[in-house]
Structure formats: C-alpha cells, structure tokens
C-alpha cells in the first residue's frame, strides 16, 4: 500500500484565479500516475495519466507536471470557473498494477 | 453506452443482514475492481480481479466477500452487515490492470447505510 498524499485538502477560490495542488508519493517503483475528476453526485472521471519525468499534460486550462524522481505531481488550473468546481484524485500505480488513491483535493470556484 | 452500471444506487440494511451489490461493464474490460469511499478519506480497495476467473484481497477486504461472474460482471457480497460498512461503494474496470497507463472507469456508485 502506497503512502499518497494529496494538498491541500481543500481549496476555496474566486472565478477567474488560477490555482494548483499537489500529489506526493514515494518515487520507488513508480510506473504511472493517474488523475481523477470527481464531480459532486457523479463517478470519477479520468484526466490524465502521466508516466515520464518531466512529463507535462494539458487540457483546456487544467495541466498537470510529474516528477518522478522526488515524487509528486502539481495540477494547475488557469483562470478557475465555477464548473472546475469538483475533488480532484491522483493515484500513482505499482508495479503490481493497482491503483492508490489519494484523499484528493475539493475546489470550490466561487462565481 | 453504459459503460459500468452498478446497482442497486441505495440500500438500507439491518445489522446481521446481508446483500450483494451488482456491477456489470460493457467495455470488455480484464480488470475490476470494488472500493469504499468514506467521509474525508479517499478511495479504498476492497477487492480485485485481474482478469475472469480471479481475485484478489485489496486494502479493506474483512467482511466482504467478491465473485467474477464472468468478464462482465463482479459482484461485492456483505455476508453479516456490519454498522462499519455504512459507505458509498464504487466499482470500476480498466483494460488490464498489468497495464499502468490504462485509466479506471467508474460507476456511479452505490450508497449502502447499515443501522
């Protein structure tokens, strides 16, 4: 079981800031990095995986950068809408395949 | 386009009762998988199938109990409910687990209360 830290735990920001978080997670036998959308009343929904070094992802205004070497992965979100609103998981994978999730990030993007 | 579908959404049981929660993807996925997600904490694995025909104990397995009916269907059993397992529980498919760039597809989940 894989120690994955995720912060803040939550985050309050006004439409139109821009904003990041942080996954943290031991950097031996890493494999890949995934990060969820969860949105209130739904499933989580993939927004990236993420496998190199230096490894940078981007759609629309939310990216993401990887370090692998020192473990942790920054989602940054441009210019916050309130439909940004949502916790946002990461879960790095093992060797054996499985996923460890994060206690993720609420953002909540006031109009 | 279903994708995974568990059912049912919600249940209320009596301590002693037991139940089994349904999950079926259409995707013709290898790997499932059950979690728990409880207030403030993230999302726990209770059990695993690589593929048809196995399983495997995840984080969280005491007290539940999974059959893979076949590649689309794995089902979470709760044999004596206990008030600990209040909980939403969520399942979800990849194309094979062996493969770590393959993302998890969810379900919408189902939100179990035991009194």
């Known amino acids: 079981i894989l120690n994955v830290e995720q912060s803040p735990q939550s985050l309050h920001v006004q439409e139109g800031d821009s904003t990041n978080f942080t996954c943290s997670f031991p950097s031996s036998n890493f494999y890949a990095l995934h990060w969820y959308r969860w949105e209130t009343a739904k499933s989580p929904e993939a927004l990236f995986v993420m496998t190199l070094n230096g490894d940078e992802k981007k759609k629309g205004r939310i990216s993401a950068t990887l370090n692998t070497k020192e473990g942790y992965s920054y989602l940054y979100i441009k210019g916050s809408q309130p439909e940004d609103s949502a916790t946002y998981l990461c879960a790095p994978n093992t060797n054996a395949g499985k996923s460890t999730f994060g206690d993720g990030t609420t953002l909540t993007v006031k109009p | ?115």
């Open chain 2, 1 to 115: 386009n279903a994708g995974v579908t568990q059912t049912p959404k919600f249940q209320v049981l009596k301590t002693g009762q037991s139940m089994t929660l349904q999950c079926a993807q259409d995707m013709n996925h290898n790997s499932m998988y059950w979690y728990r997600q409880d207030p403030g904490m993230g999302l726990r694995l209770i059990y695993y199938s690589a593929s048809e025909g196995t399983t495997d104990k995840g984080e969280v397995p005491n007290g539940y109990n999974v059959s893979r009916l076949n590649k689309r269907e794995f089902s979470l059993r709760l044999e004596s409910a206990a008030p600990s397992q209040t909980s939403v529980y969520f399942c979800a498919s990849s194309t094979w687990m062996g493969d770590s760039n393959q993302p998890q597809h969810f379900g919408d989940g189902t939100r179990l209360s035991i009194l």
